[in-house]
């Protein structure tokens, strides 16, 4: 499967600790995206990557949440110090470049539930 | 600010007649709109996508028209089949491959 694939597909974490979700890109691909899906709502935006380069954390809350995409190895989403109202679905996607086209393709997801 | 918004939360569509899902978006900024079909518990999977330098886009039974100056797009189905029902998210980005804003999602059922 050359697909982008996320784990873990679903991750229950009490208040406090911290959640790790990873994402590896479709093969070809160097540029990684976040976004998060809160219940009943859509998705939205949270951070852009290319390896070793963070190009837009806009959506990313101030505290808690960083990613990185390093050199070798999946990119990783971390939240730390989980609160309940964290517990959303993370959709990673991934884009071969800025100028192959708009399309970036979605991975199936991790659910994080915080209890 | 929701910049993109489709206002029908849900739509219930007879299988083998059209399915029309509509968007609109307020930022005159963006240049690039896509369609992504959602089942639960998976990733959306892009449908179609169409530049804004265009006004249809067709692929197969899926058809996306834009209307610049209205700023409204719609994606059309047809024939609709039962394998359709998702929910479907309209996206929109100023620029290529970066930071996609969705609207909240259409749930699409088709009856047999």
């Known amino acids: 499967n050359a697909g982008v694939m996320q784990n873990p597909r679903h991750l229950v974490r009490r208040r406090g600790q911290e959640a790790r979700l990873r994402c590896s890109p479709m093969?070809?691909?160097?540029?990684v995206y976040w976004y998060r899906q809160l219940p009943e709502e859509g998705l939205k935006f949270m951070v852009y990557?290319?390896?070793?380069?963070?190009?837009?954390e806009s959506g990313m809350p101030k505290e808690r949440f960083s990613a990185e995409f390093p050199k070798e190895g999946p990119s990783i989403l971390r939240i730390q110090q989980v609160v309940r109202g964290d517990s959303a679905a993370y959709f990673c996607a991934s884009s071969p470049d800025r100028r192959s086209g708009n399309t970036i393709y979605f991975g199936e997801g991790s659910w994080l539930t915080v209890v | 600010d929701q910049q993109v918004k489709q206002n029908s939360p849900s739509l219930s569509v007879q299988e083998g007649r059209i399915s029309i899902l509509n968007c609109d978006y307020t930022?005159?900024?963006?240049?690039?709109f896509l369609w992504y079909k959602k089942y639960p518990a998976e990733g959306p999977t892009f449908l179609i996508s169409i530049s804004s330098i265009k006004d249809k886009n067709e692929d197969g039974r899926f058809t996306v028209f834009l209307n610049k100056s209205a700023k409204h797009l719609s994606l059309h189905i047809v024939p609709s089949q039962p394998g359709d029902s998702a929910v479907y998210f309209c996206?929109?980005?100023?620029?290529?491959?970066?930071?996609?804003?969705f609207g909240a999602g259409t749930i699409l059922r088709v009856k047999s």
């Open positions: 093969k070809g691909h160097s540029h």
């Open positions: 996206a929109a980005s100023p620029e290529y491959g970066n930071k996609l804003v």
């Open positions: 930022n005159s900024m963006f240049d690039y």
């Open positions: 990557l290319q390896k070793e380069n963070i190009i837009d």
